[in-house]
């Protein structure tokens, strides 16, 4: 009975093989090298075959050697990354589907197995890890704006969210969601914020790209924001929605005024 090449089931050994991130190009590494495995017992065989001392077991290895050709045969040389993709994709499809207790994350590093949220705590509870913490409604707010608008200041943040950001930025850099670019080209040299890989793996996405498109955190309409917040605009009644036949006391003084000239003048 031969073996047929699974590329899915063979993922899914690398991934359970592992806890660390399982990239493309492992994948790929892992065929080079089982074909120069494969060729070197080829070789092997090969050259013990011509030897006098197994010629009498010829006849009875070549059944064995034909299978293993038949089956090296069925791994292809080499597994580009859309095949890889779209395997991994159908994997973590099925795990979806069939209501798994594990499933398959991906990050930019690749993809790697792990337990479903609704039974992390009984592996939490086995590992005797304390609960999570979770990211309090500042630091939430403070992570967004710094992923859309990157590198950003602190002052920048400040200006969008109209309140310090010191606590929520420390938190967010103890988690290790953010780190420090550098400087801005700015008086004062400020710090400038960018999200993390680990800011990735804390959203589900693989790259920065993946970002649901906001109009709102873009990063025209902030530089704008920021400008509004520094240089406020003075409002009238009509830009507040009153309406323009609201006259207040001062302007029925002054019309009252302004009737009373008008009749001395006739």
Known sequence: ?????????????LLFSTSEWLSIKDIQAVITRYHKEADLITT???????????????????????????????????????QIREAMDAIASELVTSGEVYTLLQGP?????????????????LRDDPRPQRLSQAALETLAIISYRQ???????????????????????????????????????PIQYGTTEKFLEFVGLSSLDELPASDVLSPNQISEWIKKVNNPELFDDQDMGLSPSVITKEDSTENENTSEEESSED
């Open 1 to 13: 009975m031969s073996m047929e090449f699974n590329l899915k089931k063979i993922l899914k050994a």
């Open 109 to 125: 590093s690749g993809w790697r197995m792990s337990t479903t949220p609704a039974y992390s705590q009984w592996v939490r509870l």
């Open 44 to 82: 092997q065989k090969n050259d013990d075959g011509n030897s006098q001392e197994e010629s009498q077991e010829e006849d009875s290895s070549t059944g064995e050697q034909e299978l293993i050709q038949e089956i090296i045969a069925q791994v292809p040389t080499l597994l580009t990354a859309t």
């Open 151 to 189: 590198p950003v200041t602190r002052a920048e943040i400040e200006s969008i969210r109209g309140v310090n950001a010191d606590g929520a930025l420390n938190r967010l850099l103890d988690r290790e969601l953010i780190y420090v670019v550098g400087r801005a080209d700015l008086p004062g040299r």
